[in-house]
């Protein structure tokens, strides 16, 4: 990039510029090179959502003299790349040999400060039909995002497939990539009704990746082991270990006799602390109880009763 030691330089520059690049225009055309730099260089950042550019006066009296259709739409290259767009014109206020471009177009331009583009005038058919991809998911989850997308496509006078534009709602930046639009690769928005389609948004990918990942199931990686560590009874002692194959899992013979289920086993005793007589079951499941408890037979709700008070 060039350096400027004085103001005159640089218009000398561009004088010299803008002479060596205009003869090929014609008195249909407008063919003009001019140096670029972002609207915040001349704090006109009120213009940084919009595709709409601020030329010099010049092109305005040139442009006035053409036989040219409103809007004014523009193609703009970048003569050193090649990258090109379409745009608009907001003001005609910028010194004589420069453009102001709002930042996310200096971007799909790949432009840098000071450097050289190509400005001519053209025509676009009005849209049909335009289909976007928001970067964040967040952007479609907006309960007003139809009717945001309606009021921020007022300050485009076009779109070009394969540039991703701005749109500022809340204090946040939303990037849109422009993915297809119909019926030509560029489309003038002026006084047309167009039918948006939303592609699924580059974020949801990467979320739907990580979420396959943490979803694998733990039991197929290799050094995964079920159940580690020591096994221990209610009262604190160590369990004996169980062996364990691929196909089955065999228990120790004596662990199985210990832990072999019996009824109605111990010894109950009174809530006043006296033993009573055990219950136990036979061979045939049945209980039998302590005959003396028979022959009382049992009488619910007996004894002495008492008031809360």
């Not at 004085?6 to 063919?31: A, G, K, L, R």
Request: charge should be negative.
């Amino acid at each position: 990039m060039d350096n400027w030691d004085t103001w005159d330089d640089m218009e000398s520059y561009q004088t010299h510029t803008v002479n060596t690049f205009s003869s090929s225009t014609t008195p249909t055309d407008f063919d003009q090179y001019y140096i670029s730099y972002p609207l915040s260089h001349i704090a006109k950042t009120i213009h940084e959502t919009s595709n709409k550019i601020i030329m010099p006066a010049s092109a305005l009296n040139q442009l006035a003299s053409l036989s040219i259709s409103y809007p004014m739409l523009f193609r703009i290259q970048n003569t050193a790349s090649g990258h090109n767009s379409h745009c608009g014109v907001v003001e005609f206020t910028a010194d004589e040999g420069f453009v102001f471009i709002p930042t996310w177009m200096m971007n799909n331009l790949h432009l840098q400060e000071g450097e050289l583009v190509n400005i001519k005038n053209t025509s676009l058919p009005k849209g049909e039909y335009i289909k976007i991809q928001p970067h964040a998911t967040k952007f479609t989850t907006l309960s007003d995002h139809k009717s945001l997308l309606e009021k921020a496509f007022r300050d485009y006078v076009c779109l070009t497939t394969g540039e991703t534009i701005v749109i500022n709602h809340g204090g946040d930046k939303y990037m849109i990539d422009i993915v297809e639009t119909q019926p030509s690769p560029a489309i003038l928005l002026f006084e047309t009704d167009c039918v948006v389609d939303f592609a699924q948004p580059l974020d949801y990918k990467e979320l739907e990746k990580q979420t396959t990942k943490d979803d694998e199931d733990p039991t197929t990686k290799k050094d995964c082991k079920l159940f580690p560590g020591v096994g221990r009874r209610l009262g604190g002692r160590v369990m004996k270990k169980i062996k364990m194959t691929e196909s089955n899992m065999v228990v120790d013979e004596k662990l199985e006799k210990k832990l072999e289920f019996k009824p109605f086993s111990g010894v109950a005793k009174r809530v006043d602390g006296q033993p009573l007589a055990a219950a136990v079951a036979d061979d045939h499941s049945n209980i039998h109880v302590d005959a003396r408890m028979n022959e009382e037979g049992f009488n619910p709700f007996t004894g002495k009763s008492y008031r809360l008070l």
